[in-house]
């Protein structure tokens, strides 16, 4: 549910579960998942409960929640806790842990490199919220080569930041240090990915053409917000994203800026939504078996 002024953001639907009021992030149009009406009726909130809202009056729909459920949307922009490239050459010894850039796609001479990027959700964000958006932006600071997709993939195993920190254009990357992700490795020169050049998920999170330099965001996307949520919820998951480019031809390399980079205006965002919901009983919470009886005007 986000409560904003755009009333076609208002889902069909909210669930009820047992101890807490959890708000979906998906929307379900024209949805038939139950004939409980909401205005002045006893919930009970010793099981799941579905409620369809089918009043046409999104706005009064909206200002209801809030009113009832005490709905509260926020924001937070969330700066990466780590940030690094992955240089493809044998043994791992490039590295960029502490490099102003990140870089995605083919360099010119055939060689892959991919971002690797990680943000302390659980660190960021109260616990227990509910997740309704999440998107990733990047200021893209070399446009050398054509229009290119890059890919977000989600990482399956931790990996680090060293202290290695490349000059000139960065594109050479660094010898690698004590703790960095290269390659082949999760952290420099002990523990390995599975497979060289990252662990994750087939499947891109969300994806998006880059161009000329500037700014470019992935996302909002289902799969983005399920794992910011999963982050939250499960911080020792928290492995963040890697940044996959044109690898079938070359050269299709972009440098995107870092973490270090020396200007704060242009390294990596997550803009997250997120949504608390307290229901309004007279102690503040709701108790195992217990009721609580919405308040407000009936739609």
Same mark, same amino acid.
């Given at each position: 549910?986000? &409560?904003?002024?755009?009333?076609?953001?208002?889902?069909? /639907?909210?669930?009820?579960?047992?101890?807490?009021?959890?708000?979906?992030?998906?929307?379900?149009?024209?949805?038939?998942?139950?004939?409980?009406?909401?205005?002045?009726?006893?919930?009970? /909130?010793?099981?799941?409960?579905?409620?369809?809202?089918?009043?046409?009056?999104?706005?009064?729909?909206?200002?209801?929640?809030?009113?009832?459920?005490?709905?509260?949307?926020?924001?937070?922009?969330?700066?990466?806790?780590?940030?690094?490239?992955?240089?493809?050459?044998?043994?791992?010894?490039?590295?960029?842990?502490?490099?102003?850039?990140?870089?995605?796609?083919?360099?010119?001479?055939? !060689?892959?490199?991919?971002?690797?990027?990680? /943000?302390? @959700? !659980?660190?960021?964000?109260?616990?227990?919220?509910?997740?309704?958006?999440?998107?990733?932006?990047?200021?893209?600071?070399?446009?050398?080569?054509?229009?290119?997709?890059?890919?977000?993939?989600?990482?399956?195993?931790?990996?680090?930041?060293?202290?290695?920190?490349?000059?000139?254009?960065?594109?050479?990357?660094?010898?690698?240090?004590?703790?960095?992700?290269?390659?082949?490795?999760?952290?420099?020169?002990?523990?390995?990915?599975?497979?060289?050049?990252?662990?994750? !998920?087939? @499947?891109?999170?969300?994806?998006? @053409?880059?161009?000329?330099?500037?700014?470019?965001?992935?996302?909002?996307?289902?799969?983005? @917000?399920?794992?910011?949520?999963?982050?939250?919820?499960?911080?020792?998951?928290?492995?963040?994203?890697?940044?996959?480019?044109?690898?079938?031809? !070359?050269?299709?390399?972009?440098? /995107?800026?870092?973490?270090?980079?020396?200007?704060? &205006?242009?390294?990596?965002?997550?803009?997250?939504?997120?949504?608390?919901?307290?229901?309004?009983?007279?102690?503040?919470?709701?108790?195992?078996?217990?009721?609580?009886?919405?308040?407000?005007?009936?739609?």
């Amino acid at each position: 549910v986000v &409560a904003d002024d755009d009333a076609s953001q208002v889902p069909n /639907f909210i669930r009820l579960y047992k101890n807490e009021l959890r708000l979906t992030a998906d929307r379900m149009e024209g949805a038939e998942i139950g004939e409980a009406v909401i205005g002045g009726q006893l919930l009970d /909130f010793s099981s799941i409960h579905s409620i369809n809202i089918t009043h046409s009056g999104s706005d009064q729909i909206r200002d209801y929640l809030l009113e009832t459920c005490q709905i509260h949307a926020s924001t937070a922009a969330l700066t990466p806790d780590k940030d690094n490239t992955l240089y493809q050459i044998e043994n791992g010894v490039l590295s960029n842990g502490l490099g102003q850039h990140l870089f995605a796609g083919k360099a010119g001479g055939g !060689a892959t490199r991919r971002a690797v990027i990680a /943000f302390d @959700v !659980a660190g960021n964000l109260p616990p227990g919220v509910t997740v309704t958006g999440a998107a990733l932006t990047l200021n893209l600071s070399d446009a050398s080569a054509e229009p290119q997709r890059v890919s977000l993939r989600r990482l399956l195993a931790d990996w680090g930041e060293g202290t290695s920190d490349a000059t000139g254009n960065e594109a050479n990357g660094a010898p690698s240090t004590p703790g960095d992700a290269t390659w082949e490795h999760t952290s420099y020169d002990t523990d390995f990915w599975s497979e060289p050049g990252g662990d994750f !998920a087939p @499947v891109a999170r969300a994806s998006t @053409v880059v161009d000329q330099s500037g700014s470019y965001t992935w996302g909002s996307t289902t799969a983005m @917000v399920a794992d910011v949520q999963d982050w939250l919820d499960t911080p020792s998951s928290s492995f963040g994203w890697i940044l996959v480019g044109e690898e079938s031809v !070359a050269p299709t390399g972009k440098r /995107f800026d870092s973490k270090d980079h020396p200007d704060s &205006a242009v390294r990596p965002v997550l803009n997250v939504t997120y949504v608390t919901a307290e229901p309004t009983d007279a102690a503040g919470r709701v108790p195992d078996g217990g009721v609580v009886r919405p308040h407000g005007p009936r739609l």
